[in-house]
Nanobody, 122 residues
Framework: QVQLVESGGGLVQTGGSLRLSCAAS????????MGWFRQAPGKEREFVTA???????TYIDSVKGRFTISRDNAKNTVYLQMNSLKPEDTAVYYC????????????????WGQGTQVTVSP
């Protein structure tokens, strides 16, 4: 069993930065692929980025060059550094853990957190 707790959301102006954290419980964190999803009001949950247990990383095109995902297995934590934020990045951001790299990106994951709100003002 893995429990995920996100933090670091908030309100920023366009062009600002935020760093999200996702703290995981359990001794098997290092064996999971970890991802970030987001859901804007009235929209479906969207895959944003993932980091594999072996270090592979992928991003959706709209955040490439602005967002950076990383993980610290010693701290059981995954991070999302978000720079040059835009109003369209406004959403609730969720952390997720999955055994399958492909399935995680497709929205099929075993564990997820409660989410943290990110709001980017114009």
């Amino acid at each position: 069993q893995v429990q995920l707790v996100e933090s670091g959301g908030g309100l920023v102006q366009t062009g600002g930065s935020l760093r999200l954290s996702c703290a995981a419980s359990g001794r098997t964190f290092r064996t999971y692929n970890m991802g970030w999803f987001r859901q804007a009001p009235g929209k479906e949950r969207e895959f944003v980025t993932a980091v594999g247990w072996g270090g592979s990383i992928t991003y959706i095109d709209s955040v490439k060059g602005r967002f950076t995902i990383s993980r610290d297995n010693a701290k059981n934590t995954v991070y999302l550094q978000m720079n040059s934020l835009k109003p369209e990045d406004t959403a609730v951001y969720y952390c997720a853990a999955g055994s399958s790299w492909r399935a995680l990106q497709e929205g099929r994951y075993e564990y997820w957190g409660q989410g943290t709100q990110v709001t980017v003002s114009p």
